[in-house]
């Protein structure tokens, strides 16, 4: 079992920018690539960002926020970042982390067995 706690969400002016963290317990960690998932009222939950389980591993981002979002992992400490810049209205949403076995990257949410409780993020526009 791996449980994920997110934090970071909060309300922010278009333009501004947002850090996410996702701390992981239970199961080794670095065992598990991590990915980043956001639903809007109304919306189906979407694809945002994936890295693989090693520090500095492959990272993938949805076209959306390509360019503007980091993920990055810390295995030492047992958690992934989601660094959000240039927010836009758009981006308004809950996020979530989620954990998954496999080289990781995977844009489905059905590839990762394990979710948080998510986090929000308002964007003002």
């Known amino acids: 079992q791996v449980q994920l706690a997110e934090s970071g969400g909060g309300l922010v002016q278009a333009g501004g920018s947002l850090r996410l963290s996702c701390v992981a317990s239970g199961r080794s960690f670095s065992d598990y690539a991590m990915g980043w998932f956001r639903q809007a009222p109304g919306k189906e939950r979407e694809f945002v960002a994936a890295?693989?389980?090693?520090?500095?591993?492959?990272?993938y981002y949805a076209d959306s926020v390509k360019g503007r979002f980091t993920i990055s992992r810390d295995n030492a400490n047992n958690t992934v970042y989601l660094q959000m810049n240039s927010l836009k209205a758009e981006d308004t949403a809950d996020y979530f982390c989620?954990?998954?076995?496999?080289?990781?990257?995977?844009?489905?949410?059905?590839?990762?067995?394990?979710w948080g409780q998510g986090t929000q993020v308002s964007v003002s526009s």
């Open positions: 989620a954990a998954g076995r496999g080289p990781g990257g995977s844009r489905w949410p059905g590839a990762y067995a394990y």
């Open positions: 890295i693989s389980w090693w520090n500095g591993g492959r990272t």
